[in-house]
């Protein structure tokens, strides 16, 4: 069995997206052009809890949306031969928008390819960055978070889990490790 190591709490996790919408305010200097794109499932959530701390703190609501990026996964073989895939829901045009996609976890940055890679199948935004509220390191590719809630120094057999009420009725990070 494995041992579990709880990360952050529910009120950590509060604490850690509003200081990430703070910085990506002070970073644009205000929310003019920005649009919030969360990846399926828990980055969805994540998305929208931040628009909504960005929305009470400029009085401005930005445009938000989830996608799937199973499909565009280099993995998704591996995963099933059947992947599920759910619908993306991007209501908005990404023409010249600064996206910031966000995740619950950055690890390898697989993911984070996949989803520009289905990002550019939805338009050319001008700008894409990047919100994770976990980076765990052990990066495979050339990607970095430019907004991140928490660094965590883990082994690559550590397994980094994120509950988030809406999925998983309740807030928290933990690490199993056996």
């Known amino acids: 069995m494995k041992a579990e190591k ?15 919408a703070h910085e990506i ?16 499932t828990r980055g969805d959530y994540l998305a929208k809890r931040l628009e909504q701390i960005i ?3 400029e009085g401005t609501s ?13 993995d998704w073989t591996k995963i099933s031969h059947h992947p599920i895939v759910k619908p ?18 950055l690890y390898t940055g697989r993911t984070i390819r996949a989803a520009m890679d289905a990002l550019m199948d939805f338009g050319r935004p ?4 990047l919100a994770v509220l976990v980076d765990r390191g052990h990066r495979e590719l ?20 994120v509950c988030l009420k809406e999925h998983d009725n309740e807030d928290r990070v933990y690490i199993a490790q056996d």
């Not at 709880?6 to 990430?20: A, G």
């Open 55 to 57: 929305k009470d703190i």
């Open 88 to 105: 993306s829901n991007i209501p908005f045009n990404v023409d010249e928008k600064n996206i910031i996609l966000v995740d619950d976890v």
């Open 6 to 20: 709880t990360i952050i709490s529910t009120q950590d996790i509060k604490r850690v997206l509003t200081r990430m």
């Open 142 to 161: 050339p990607i970095q978070a430019d907004y991140k809630g928490i660094f965590i120094d883990t082994d690559k057999n550590d397994m980094v889990n």
């Open 126 to 129: 001008s700008q894409i960055e």
């Open 62 to 74: 930005l445009p938000v949306g989830d996608m799937d990026i199973n499909l565009y996964r280099d």
């Open 25 to 40: 305010i002070e970073v644009h200097k205000g929310v003019e052009n920005l649009a919030i794109i969360g990846i399926q």
